[in-house]
């Protein structure tokens, strides 16, 4: 065993603890000297960093942060309800971010994050997502990392997910029964896993209904409102769709609007189903027919899962993969 | 002029400038040994802490945090939008930290800033503050503050907000206009000044008009959805009131659902008009009037106030007041 701990690194350097974990971090917030010292003694007593001092260095923030592409949508701003909840009976402060869908603005945060201001990072990943070296990092700096909804499959941590190809399936097979044969879809940028999973259900729904799949009625939509709304309305105008499986509820929004503006009438003309947390569905003209996720037990999990490895003083989690049930909730637009 | 600064005590103590700087603040970060080296040093040298000093601590975390009561409601999530489109252009990350009305979550996250975590506060008050103790040490720990919408009027800073009485009034008048006699309103906490200035344009619009005040038509609802539906349903039920002005989007919304649950026509047998910026108004069964603040632009101008002092190394805004001007937008609900 080696018993050179930080601890007794800092009594040698006469140094407060904090100052000689940052300085083995090269955090920017130390000074050369101090870190050429504090380097010098490590490597001479061969210190080795142990998952206790990093508990100990945790300790001092008891704030995690949680990463979400935005809060206008419903379903992460009853996410974030659920981990607040469990992270308030902890006595931990969340802090949240918003990536705005921007990659950019994600890696930048995250890297952000490493300088030990959090305990522990929640995050649902940014659209734009493509390498995830700035998640790697994280892991590599002790803060533990739980995934939900849009997720990262080849980081080895917790997931929460819901059942996305299931109950996109279903949601399709429910226009097909009310007798739609020209179902669009209306997803999110493709490097998401949920987006692909969402599509797939759609066109499997289609294929096993013996209708074909027109990718012309396929449109994939990012995080500009007003290009949305042109992309929306136009795929409506030009291919008259007579059926709408939104995997985003601001984009069956931004349906319900076009139909306004085109004079479609939902359901008799176009039949609609969403992916919507939105609580106020039922009072929507016509009342949204829903596949609604479990949000608020999503974040409440996760936080769970993030709140028992920082008690543990556990930074790497086991790759455990919930997957948790979506409700279908049918409503006059799609009758 | 003294020319004792943080950077001559540091190099004295060949000590890190940020070590130097945490120590002063007495940061829990650095050990005591520490503490009492610089504190001596400082008190022989007749160190005084000046705006510069104060700015390049600053210029380390480049983060600013905004709290808000909540994201559910859409008044706060265009506010954040806003602020975050300035933070972007100046480089900035934005925190975003949700009080849910409650004091004491308020007071906690104001005081873990205050070890310099963030460069500034932009901040729309808790509906249960009574006491600012916690905003006065900020500004002591030189960190300026920016006040949104939910104002003290007694702290001495920048402060927006919208012409809630007026805007109040005329919402009011309007109903009346249409033959509403019997108004109900539908408050937040009195605690809060907006809510104090929400119901007296509706007071002195009804008086104005020869209608009479019933305290009964007059409720004040709180942070608990369940509680509050409960409030508007028995207000309904017992009161019919014939016209509702709510001083906030949820309750219009609570007000939509009471009304399908007692088969009450809006306009037809209730007339209403509600502060919301909610983008689907024109989607809701039907049409929601309301009245509209310019949250986005709000945000931007908080924001840029805040920045411009960053940039001045100022930490006391002037205590400046900019009332923005609200939208009536009429629709179905109060025809």
Same mark, same amino acid.
């Given at each position: 065993?080696?018993?050179?701990?930080?601890? &007794?690194?800092?009594?040698?350097?006469?140094?407060?603890?904090?100052?000689?974990?940052?300085?083995?971090?090269?955090?920017?917030?130390?000074?050369?000297?101090?870190?050429?010292?504090?380097?010098?003694?490590?490597?001479?007593?061969?210190?080795?960093?142990?998952?206790?001092?990093?508990?100990?260095?945790?300790?001092?923030?008891?704030?995690?942060?949680?990463?979400?592409? $935005?809060?206008?949508?419903?379903?992460?701003?009853?996410?974030?309800?659920?981990?607040?909840?469990?992270?308030?009976?902890?006595?931990?402060?969340?802090?949240?971010?918003?990536?705005?869908?921007?990659?950019?603005?994600?890696?930048?945060? !995250?890297?952000?994050?490493?300088?030990?201001?959090?305990?522990?990072?929640?995050?649902?990943?940014?659209?734009?997502? &493509?390498?995830?070296?700035?998640?790697?990092?994280?892991?590599?700096?002790?803060? #533990?990392?739980?995934?939900?909804?849009?997720?990262? $499959?080849?980081?080895?941590?917790?997931?929460?997910?819901?059942?996305?190809?299931?109950?996109?399936?279903?949601?399709?097979?429910?226009?097909?029964?009310?007798?739609?044969?020209?179902?669009?879809?209306?997803?999110?940028?493709?490097?998401?896993?949920?987006?692909?999973?969402?599509?797939?259900?759609?066109?499997?729904?289609?294929?096993?209904?013996?209708?074909?799949?027109?990718?012309?009625?396929?449109?994939?939509?990012?995080?500009?409102?007003?290009?949305?709304?042109?992309? !929306?309305?136009?795929?409506? $105008?030009?291919? &008259? #769709? @007579?059926?709408?499986?939104?995997?985003?509820?601001?984009?069956?929004?931004?349906?319900?609007?076009?139909?306004?503006?085109?004079?479609?009438?939902?359901?008799?003309?176009?039949?609609?189903?969403?992916?919507?947390?939105?609580?106020?569905? #039922?009072?929507?003209?016509? #009342?949204?027919?829903?596949?609604?996720?479990?949000?608020?037990?999503?974040?409440?999990?996760?936080?769970?899962?993030?709140?028992?490895?920082?008690?543990?003083?556990?930074?790497?989690?086991? @790759?455990?993969?919930?997957?948790?049930?979506?409700?279908?909730?049918?409503?006059?637009?799609?009758?």
């Amino acid at each position: 065993m080696n018993n050179v701990n930080i601890k &007794r690194l800092a009594a040698e350097l006469n140094l407060s603890i904090s100052t000689v974990s940052r300085a083995l971090q090269n955090s920017s917030e130390i000074g050369e000297k101090t870190k050429v010292r504090v380097r010098a003694l490590a490597k001479k007593l061969n210190y080795q960093p142990n998952h206790y001092a990093a508990g100990l260095r945790k300790k001092q923030s008891h704030t995690i942060a949680v990463v979400v592409p $935005e809060v206008a949508d419903n379903f992460f701003s009853l996410v974030i309800d659920g981990i607040d909840q469990v992270a308030q009976t902890k006595g931990y402060q969340v802090l949240i971010f918003l990536t705005r869908d921007d990659y950019a603005k994600e890696v930048n945060f !995250i890297r952000h994050l490493q300088s030990g201001r959090v305990d522990g990072v929640l995050i649902s990943v940014s659209s734009e997502s &493509r390498d995830n070296n700035h998640l790697h990092e994280l892991n590599q700096k002790n803060i #533990p990392v739980v995934f939900f909804d849009r997720v990262f $499959e080849d980081i080895p941590t917790a997931k929460i997910t819901t059942d996305d190809y299931k109950a996109s399936y279903k949601a399709t097979k429910q226009l097909i029964s009310k007798g739609c044969k020209k179902i669009a879809c209306l997803a999110i940028p493709e490097n998401l896993l949920i987006s692909r999973k969402r599509v797939q259900g759609y066109m499997d729904a289609l294929e096993d209904s013996g209708l074909q799949i027109d990718l012309n009625l396929v449109v994939h939509c990012d995080n500009h409102d007003e290009e949305n709304h042109k992309i !929306i309305h136009n795929l409506i $105008e030009k291919y &008259r #769709p @007579d059926g709408i499986f939104s995997s985003v509820e601001k984009l069956a929004l931004h349906t319900y609007q076009s139909c306004i503006d085109l004079k479609i009438d939902i359901p008799n003309e176009l039949k609609i189903i969403s992916f919507s947390s939105l609580k106020i569905a #039922p009072l929507l003209q016509p #009342p949204l027919s829903t596949i609604t996720q479990p949000a608020f037990e999503m974040g409440k999990a996760a936080a769970e899962i993030l709140f028992k490895a920082l008690q543990e003083g556990k930074s790497d989690l086991t @790759d455990d993969h919930i997957e948790m049930e979506s409700e279908i909730v049918l409503r006059d637009s799609s009758i």
